[in-house]
C-alpha cells in the first residue's frame, strides 16, 4: 500500500541554550520549567534569518513563524532538541505551537509542511531545454515559492541554448499566459509552429526576474515528454523503474 504521510515543521531553527534564551527576555516561570530538565545542553530553539529564507515559502511555517520567535511547546509537547520538533509534527498535518514572540507568549495554528520523496518523475523537452517541475530544494534554500517550470539543463546548439535560456531558472509565463506547472506550460506551447517566436517571463534562483525571447525549431527540437515509471522496461526485468 501507500506509505503513511510525513510532516515537517517547514522552519529552519537553531538551539538556543538557557542564559540565551533568557536573554532573549523569555520568561522566568518557564526558563525555571526548562531548568528542571536535567538534560543541560538545549533548552529551547528559536527560528533563525530571514523568514524568507528560513523557512520553507508556501508552508505554513512561512507565515506564520518570524525571526527570533522561541519555540516552547507543540501540540501541548515541551520542545529542547531537534528530534523534539520532527517527533511532534512528523504524523501531524496541523500543529498549535507556543512561541515567545517580544516577551510575550502567543498560540501559533498553523500547517505543517508534507514531506515528499522529492523524486523527479517528469521531463519535458522543449525547444533543446530539459525542463521539470520546480524543486522543493527552491522553496527550502532560496525561499521561493514552487512555482513555474524549472530548467535544469540545456542542451548545446539548441534555440534554448542559442537564445540563451538559463539553466537553474523557472518560467513563469509563456507569451503573457502564466505556468504553474508542466501541465499549464505543456498547453501554453503545444500549438506553437515551427519557427515560431516565444516570450519568456523567467524567475531566477534568487526571484529576480527577467525575458527572453527564442524562435521554436520542431523539426530538430521537437517537444517530448519522458516519464518515470515503476518496473522494469521488460518482462523478467531487474530495474525498480524505467523512463519512457
Given at each position: 500500500?501507500?506509505?503513511?504521510?510525513?510532516?515537517a515543521?517547514?522552519?529552519?531553527?537553531?538551539?538556543?541554550?538557557l542564559s540565551?534564551?533568557r536573554?532573549?527576555?523569555?520568561?522566568?516561570?518557564?526558563?525555571?520549567?526548562?531548568?528542571?530538565g536535567g538534560?543541560?545542553?538545549v533548552r529551547a530553539l528559536?527560528?533563525?534569518?530571514?523568514?524568507?529564507?528560513?523557512?520553507l515559502?508556501?508552508?505554513?511555517?512561512?507565515?506564520?513563524l518570524?525571526?527570533?520567535?522561541?519555540?516552547?511547546?507543540?501540540?501541548?509537547?515541551?520542545?529542547?532538541?531537534?528530534?523534539?520538533v520532527?517527533?511532534?509534527?512528523?504524523d501531524?498535518p496541523?500543529?498549535?505551537?507556543?512561541?515567545?514572540?517580544?516577551?510575550?507568549?502567543?498560540t501559533l495554528?498553523?500547517?505543517?509542511?508534507?514531506?515528499?520523496?522529492?523524486?523527479?518523475?517528469r521531463?519535458?523537452?522543449?525547444?533543446?531545454?530539459?525542463?521539470?517541475?520546480?524543486?522543493?530544494a527552491?522553496?527550502?534554500?532560496?525561499?521561493?515559492?514552487l512555482t513555474?517550470?524549472?530548467?535544469?539543463?540545456r542542451?548545446?546548439g539548441?534555440?534554448?541554448?542559442?537564445?540563451?535560456?538559463?539553466?537553474?531558472?523557472?518560467?513563469i509565463?509563456?507569451?503573457?499566459?502564466?505556468v504553474?506547472?508542466?501541465?499549464?506550460?505543456?498547453?501554453?506551447?503545444?500549438?506553437k509552429?515551427?519557427?515560431a517566436?516565444?516570450?519568456?517571463?523567467?524567475?531566477?534562483?534568487r526571484?529576480?526576474?527577467?525575458?527572453?525571447?527564442?524562435?521554436?525549431?520542431?523539426?530538430?527540437w521537437?517537444?517530448?515528454?519522458?516519464r518515470?515509471?515503476?518496473?522494469p522496461?521488460n518482462?523478467?526485468?531487474?530495474?525498480?523503474?524505467?523512463?519512457?
Amino acid at each position: 500500500g501507500e506509505p503513511p504521510a510525513r510532516y515537517a515543521l517547514g522552519a529552519e531553527l537553531e538551539k538556543l541554550g538557557l542564559s540565551a534564551a533568557r536573554g532573549m527576555l523569555m520568561d522566568a516561570a518557564h526558563g525555571r520549567r526548562n531548568d528542571r530538565g536535567g538534560r543541560g545542553e538545549v533548552r529551547a530553539l528559536a527560528a533563525t534569518g530571514d523568514v524568507g529564507a528560513a523557512a520553507l515559502a508556501g508552508t505554513g511555517a512561512h507565515e506564520m513563524l518570524r525571526d527570533s520567535d522561541i519555540l516552547l511547546e507543540i501540540n501541548g509537547k515541551r520542545i529542547e532538541t531537534f528530534r523534539d520538533v520532527e517527533t511532534a509534527v512528523a504524523d501531524a498535518p496541523e500543529a498549535e505551537l507556543l512561541v515567545v514572540r517580544g516577551c510575550q507568549k502567543q498560540t501559533l495554528q498553523m500547517k505543517t509542511a508534507p514531506l515528499d520523496d522529492a523524486t523527479t518523475d517528469r521531463l519535458l523537452l522543449w525547444a533543446g531545454a530539459v525542463l521539470q517541475a520546480a524543486p522543493a530544494a527552491i522553496a527550502a534554500q532560496r525561499g521561493q515559492e514552487l512555482t513555474g517550470v524549472y530548467v535544469s539543463s540545456r542542451f548545446h546548439g539548441s534555440p534554448a541554448a542559442r537564445y540563451s535560456l538559463p539553466a537553474v531558472s523557472r518560467v513563469i509565463e509563456v507569451d503573457g499566459e502564466k505556468v504553474p506547472d508542466l501541465d499549464a506550460f505543456l498547453h501554453a506551447i503545444i500549438a506553437k509552429r515551427d519557427g515560431a517566436d516565444v516570450r519568456l517571463k523567467l524567475l531566477d534562483i534568487r526571484g529576480a526576474p527577467s525575458m527572453v525571447c527564442l524562435r521554436v525549431d520542431n523539426k530538430y527540437w521537437p517537444t517530448a515528454e519522458v516519464r518515470r515509471v515503476a518496473g522494469p522496461r521488460n518482462a523478467g526485468g531487474q530495474e525498480p523503474f524505467h523512463w519512457r
